[in-house]
């Protein structure tokens, strides 16, 4: 299994751009997360979807933020206009129902400047 | 609400000794599982080990091994025979049976000397 699939990997972008991340969760998972990590405020979740469908959107910040999931292969995340303090890192998790542990891709960093 | 507390910001090792992260957490549910995360400064979160609540034998993987102390609400993970692949921040973090979310500490950084 190649894990949770993410990209880009490093993004780098300038105030005011459109920005989307990318996911692609592990085949057979129902669930999907997106998170934030920062020095400040540690991890944060964003969003959850289950069977491809929005749950919880309480954690997206602002409606700046937008995510999607069309389909149980593929999820993004963009951010429309972007802002300094959006720099980050952006995780994308998945899990199975049961066990409950989630698995983390490699994380896309975020600089806009 | 659950909370999850680790102590510890900063901790040390001398490769092959072995070493010991504290995690405690606050909950009124009955079953939930407990987990350690690994973030290496590659910043790649690695699933170590879980725990269900249900269990009273403590995981064990390979190297990593918990003492769960379900009515002290202690979850602390042992790293044994430290190596210098161990340097990273680990994160304790807890789920609710049934739950989808995940409730993170703020992390231990642990640096294994050689």
């Known amino acids: 299994d190649a894990g949770v699939i993410q990209s880009p990997r490093h993004e780098v972008t300038e105030m005011g751009q459109e920005v989307t991340l990318r996911c692609k969760p592990i085949?057979?998972?129902?669930?999907l997360f997106w998170y934030r990590q920062t020095m400040m405020r540690g991890l944060e979740l964003l969003i959850y979807f289950n069977n491809n469908v929005p749950i919880d959107d309480s954690g997206m910040p602002e409606d700046r933020f937008s995510a999607k999931m069309p389909n149980a292969s593929f999820s993004t995340l963009k951010i429309q206009p972007s802002e300094p303090r959006d720099s980050a890192v952006y995780f994308c998790a998945s899990r199975h129902f049961n066990p409950p542990e989630q698995f983390f891709g490699p994380g896309t960093r975020l600089t806009v400047l | 609400a659950q909370t999850v507390t680790q102590s510890q910001p900063e901790m040390s090792v001398q490769e092959a000794e072995t070493v010991t992260l504290s995690c405690t957490y606050d909950t009124s549910e009955n079953n939930y599982y407990l987990f350690w995360y690994k973030q290496p400064p590659s910043r790649q979160m690695i699933l170590v080990i879980r725990q269900e609540a249900y269990k009273q034998q403590n995981a064990t993987e390979n190297r990593f091994s918990v003492n769960f102390q379900k009515a002290a609400k202690s979850f602390s993970l042992k790293i044994s025979d430290s190596q210098l692949g161990d340097t990273a921040m680990y994160f304790c973090a807890f789920s609710g049976a049934g739950s989808y979310q995940l409730t993170f500490g703020k992390g231990t950084k642990l640096s294994v000397i050689p």
């Open positions: 085949s057979g998972h129902n669930s």
